[in-house]
């Protein structure tokens, strides 16, 4: 079993490594271990039972010298000083996606991803929550509810300012579109919707704009760049299959990654632009395993948290090989 990147903090990097968390100085190649996971066994060294399953480490975040949250299928742990400190259960759907929950010293904020009525949509969808949880009290609390949409994809705070929220929805039309949600006021706003072009998995900021790959199975893919000043949305590159993850370095350096949802359309690719957008080239590009993705999950490439801090790219392939 291959270590997954997880996060960078404070020099040090961090994987999960099947019942553990583990980290090695950026500088070393030496790891230790940092945290042992409860809840988890010797079966999560098998790549392949996790895939089948859903379980493992989804997410891994160090809130804080004293403070980890570790995703599972189901529920959020949380640790400080390494200790066990509060569970939080995830009662619909397995997890949030890997961007759909924002950290903060006293709370996560995170969006609901759940089946909903499938895809296409073959009933009424139900309302999806909003919610906040503060970790240190265990306290749970609904911030905003939203109707006619499946799921929630992403919950990232803007660079600029951390009680505001960009926050994804999808999957059909109608449903797909980015939100711009107060934290302080609680208001809400929609910056755009309607369309595939407005279905995204992940943002990356820099300046005034917003760029983002459309999570678009059934129609062309393309990276996209919004202007938080004018409004304007413009198509810049188009891909080879739906993005899920994008992240930058630090040297302002950006990626989007192509996964693989149906291996006889789609295949996977890193894309990198190194002048802010501009031009987009392929980086690297992978092939699926051999299997299916409907019980192994899709093909797909993990950026870790914090890479903006790091300069040297670092990715997790799921369902691909090199």
């Known amino acids: 079993m291959k270590k997954h990147f997880q996060m960078y903090y404070d020099g040090y990097l961090y994987a999960s490594y099947g019942n553990e968390i583990v980290r090695r100085k950026v500088t070393d190649s030496a790891w230790e271990k940092y945290l042992r996971i409860r809840d988890l066994s010797v079966l999560n060294y098998s790549d392949l039972y996790n895939r089948a399953l859903r379980h493992g480490v989804h997410n891994f975040y160090k809130i804080s010298r004293e403070i980890d949250a570790v995703v599972l299928r189901k529920r959020i742990l949380f640790y400080k000083d390494r200790k066990f400190l509060h569970k939080l259960n995830n009662d619909r759907g397995s997890k949030p996606l890997?961007?759909?929950?924002?950290?903060?010293?006293?709370?996560?904020?995170?969006?609901?991803?759940?089946?909903?009525?499938?895809?296409?949509?073959?009933?009424?969808?139900?309302?999806?929550?909003?919610?906040m949880y503060d970790f240190l009290n265990d306290k749970l609390s609904v911030l905003y509810t939203f109707k006619n949409i499946k799921h929630i994809h992403f919950v990232q705070p803007s660079i600029k300012n951390n009680n505001i929220l960009y926050i994804g929805t999808?999957?059909?039309?109608?449903?797909?579109?980015?939100?711009?949600?107060?934290?302080?006021?609680?208001?809400?706003?929609?910056?755009?919707?309607?369309?595939?072009?407005?279905?995204?998995?992940?943002?990356?900021?820099?300046?005034?704009?917003?760029?983002?790959?459309?999570?678009?199975?059934?129609?062309?893919?393309?990276?996209v760049k919004y202007d938080?000043?004018?409004?304007?949305?413009?198509?810049?590159?188009?891909?080879?299959?739906?993005?899920?993850?994008?992240?930058?370095?630090?040297r302002g350096e950006m990626f989007v990654a192509t996964a693989v949802e149906d291996r006889t359309k789609h295949t996977a690719a890193i894309y990198r632009s190194i002048d802010g957008g501009k031009n987009w080239v392929e980086y690297k590009r992978f092939k699926k395993d051999i299997f299916h993705e409907v019980y192994f999950g899709f093909g797909k490439i993990e950026f870790i948290n914090n890479q903006e801090q790091l300069d040297e790219l670092y990715y997790n392939l799921i369902g691909l090989k090199d």
């Open 228 to 250: 938080l000043k004018s409004g304007v949305l413009e198509k810049l590159e188009k891909l080879p299959g739906p993005v899920h993850y994008s992240t930058m370095n630090k």
């Open 98 to 131: 890997r961007n759909g929950v924002a950290f903060y010293s006293d709370k996560i904020v995170y969006g609901e991803y759940f089946n909903n009525g499938g895809y296409p949509a073959t009933k009424e969808r139900a309302p999806v929550n909003l919610y």
């Open 170 to 223: 999808g999957d059909l039309d109608s449903e797909s579109a980015i939100f711009r949600f107060d934290l302080r006021t609680g208001n809400i706003e929609k910056m755009g919707g309607g369309s595939q072009t407005w279905r995204a998995v992940s943002i990356i900021q820099m300046d005034d704009y917003l760029f983002w790959g459309m999570d678009s199975p059934d129609e062309e893919a393309y990276i």
